[in-house]
């Protein structure tokens, strides 16, 4: 299911219709490029791109199940295209140089063909990437260099993501069990197959690494009784989580912490962190998982949820900086599977046990927040945030749905159990599987 959003501009002047030296010398550029990318692209495979400009209407690609309409509003587009890679794609968007009818399918034809696509970030792009690299640099995961980049997104107002959000306020991917299954449901089922997995009893004393808004230490204790210590670096997250548990009548049952995870002490039964591992950072992951083996009792066990990049593709993720690190998670780097696997066999004595993947619930997921977006775009408006804000966000949201949609993500629930665990991890794994017809199996997740 697609939505498509339209945005009203004032006309943007074209480069090729002003008569300075300069702009002539831009307009020259601008067709050079516009013709090396139709070059570049018009063998796309899996699906078609129809650009249409003031030179007329022209087709990328041979064919496919998915078709996408740009509109380039001004041709720099092309210019910073051929010159800047895909980041500098997307800031043209912000700038709305170009729009599209349909985000989501134009991500899923150059997911589709990455080989092709690929060739937009060599050349002189190399030189843009550079400068994007050391601003992503700044924004390590430190201490405080965690607390900024937290602030950056999970504080911009809860308020705009409650206009977003289902009732549990789950702000990572739900797992649906049916067709017909809500958002809510969704969101439910996420947080019961976790405790499913931990085996959560009601003498256990559960520590959750992310908060969130407290819905999931909201969800241990109320339906499986159990003690939870949950912690947070977002205040505006702390404030809405600390009023959640006073509501519901949990001030006894849950402990709500307002500290790095790094600072953390003290022994726990059962641990659990959900899309949290994404704002850790590639060079503090031993340190992470450490301290999650630390702070385990002997017979504990952890689950992780987490988005993953293919491991094929790992190195270079990690030399190159991306839409989502540069305007929505400064400081963000999404693992792999091999990348947690060695981490955890470096820094702690976890045993992994089971693996559980299901991208295609986050694609799901992201479809209906992007709706729930959409319908709201008027009071997100009213809460003071820019139309740039909105064309952001929409572009985020296609373009994290398209990466699941094409499986070139995934997000999965990692189990690990300490030396002395001696809970019968497969026969979880495998009620789980039963419990979700659509889910899709991991080939890990019934290893012995």
């Known amino acids: 299911m697609s939505t498509v959003f339209a945005f009203k501009h004032s006309k943007v002047p074209s480069d090729d219709h002003d008569s300075t030296p300069v702009s002539a010398n831009r307009g020259y550029v601008n067709r050079f490029a516009r013709r090396l990318l139709v070059q570049k692209l018009g063998c796309l495979r899996g699906g078609t791109i129809q650009i249409t400009d003031s030179s007329g209407s022209t ?21 910073h295209a051929v010159l800047g890679g895909s980041l500098s ?88 069990l049916t067709p017909t299954s809500t958002l809510h449901d969704a969101s439910l089922e996420k947080m019961d197959r976790i405790c499913r997995k931990l085996d959560l009893q009601p003498n256990d004393h559960l520590l959750e690494i992310g908060t969130g808004w407290g819905g999931l230490a909201i969800h241990a204790a109320v339906k499986y009784g159990s003690r939870v210590t949950t912690t947070t670096i977002s205040q505006q997250q702390f404030d809405v989580a600390q009023q959640r548990i006073v509501d519901a009548g949990l001030s006894d049952r849950v402990t709500l912490l307002l500290q790095d995870y790094r600072d ?85 004595d976890l045993r992994f046990v089971h693996a559980e993947d299901f991208g295609m619930h986050y694609a799901q997921t992201l479809r209906e927040w992007r709706q729930r977006f959409h319908a709201r775009v008027t009071d997100v408006l009213a809460l003071g945030y820019p139309h740039r804000f909105i064309r952001m966000w929409d572009y985020y949201l296609s373009y994290c749905e398209a990466a699941f949609e094409e499986r070139y993500t995934g997000v999965v629930q990692i189990q690990f159990d300490k030396p002395l665990c001696q809970r019968d991890p497969i026969h979880i794994g495998r009620r789980a599987a039963e419990w979700c017809p659509l889910w899709v199996c991991c080939p890990w997740a019934l290893m012995p």
């Not at 087709?59 to 210019?79: C, E, H, I, K, M």
């Not at 992470?288 to 702070?295: A, D, P, V």
């Open 59 to 79: 087709t990328l690609g041979l064919g496919g199940d998915v078709q996408a309409r740009l509109d380039v509003r001004n041709p720099s587009f092309y210019r």
């Open 89 to 176: 794609v997307a800031e043209s968007y912000l700038r709305g140089d170009w729009d599209c009818d349909d985000l989501t399918a134009f991500f899923r034809i150059f997911l589709r063909n990455l080989p092709i696509t690929d060739q937009l970030e060599r050349g002189l792009s190399r030189i843009t990437k550079l400068f994007h690299r050391l601003y992503h640099s700044w924004h390590a995961n430190s201490r405080s260099g965690s607390q900024r980049n937290i602030r950056a997104h999970y504080d911009l107002g809860n308020e705009f993501f409650r206009l977003m959000l289902d009732e549990t306020l789950s702000y990572s991917s739900g797992i649906f």
């Open 264 to 348: 953390l002490t003290g022994q726990f039964d059962k641990l659990v962190s959900v899309e949290m591992i994404e704002a850790v950072g590639h060079r503090y992951f031993d340190n992470y998982f450490g301290k999650c083996s630390e702070l385990l009792q002997p017979g504990g066990t952890f689950v992780l949820q987490g988005i993953v990049m293919p491991d094929r593709r790992y190195a270079q993720y990690l030399r190159s900086v991306d839409f989502i690190q540069r305007y929505v998670f400064p400081g963000g780097c999404l693992p792999s599977i091999s990348s947690i696997l060695e981490s955890t066999a470096r820094a702690t």
